[in-house]
């Protein structure tokens, strides 16, 4: 094994790890492709990576250093994705009694743009990058190109966790023909958005 290829092991091994334990991402795209398929699932699944993707090269760039060094702007991320989780969650509350198939089918396009800005609006996604990728860069080599690689690796095995979730969520589908059944489904799905936005808000907090 080259000694170079080292650091990228061990870091997708980090990743594997972190992306299998339960967070937003995994509870979304869940609650996402059981109701509405794997269509719309792999919609959102694009929308995540690309959101991880320019998260990760920010960080290699330095911004996202620049957003933790400054409170305020860590805030506004904090708060926005907090709220946009709970946007999200009223939009399924209130249309829960929607069967319409236009309704159940939803757009590609907003679920790609929900799982972008969902990312986006993460702070501890350009916190993890911040603090967890410089420790896998090895020194005397050009940094970025290194930052740029480990990024590459993150997406790529956040997005194949993110395909399993969604195809195995997606079998629950037909499982929600009964428009009674769809309701209760909706609801229950809304509720679980909610308490997903809280706990984002109040684990991201500044210690």
Known sequence: MSAALTPFLAFALTVLVIELTPGPNMAWLAVLSADRGRRAGFAAVLGVASGLAIIGLLAALGLSAMIART???????????????????????????????????????????????????????????????????????????????????????????????????????????????TLWFRRALAVMLAMIAIWLFLDSAPA
Do not use: C
């Open 71 to 181: 409170p305020w702007m860590f805030e506004i991320m904090r708060y926005g994705g907090s709220l946009y989780l709970l946007w999200l969650a009223f939009q399924g509350w209130r249309g829960a009694g929607e069967n319409s198939p236009a309704r159940l089918d939803g757009s590609l396009r907003r679920h790609f743009r929900d799982g972008l800005v969902i990312n986006l609006l993460n702070p501890k996604a350009g916190l993890f990058y911040l603090v967890v990728l410089p420790d896998y860069i090895r020194a005397g080599l050009p940094a970025l190109p290194q930052a740029v690689g480990l990024t590459a690796v993150s997406v790529a095995v956040a997005t194949t966790i993110h395909v399993g979730i969604v195809l195995l969520a997606a079998r629950a589908a037909s499982w929600l023909q009964d428009p009674a059944r």
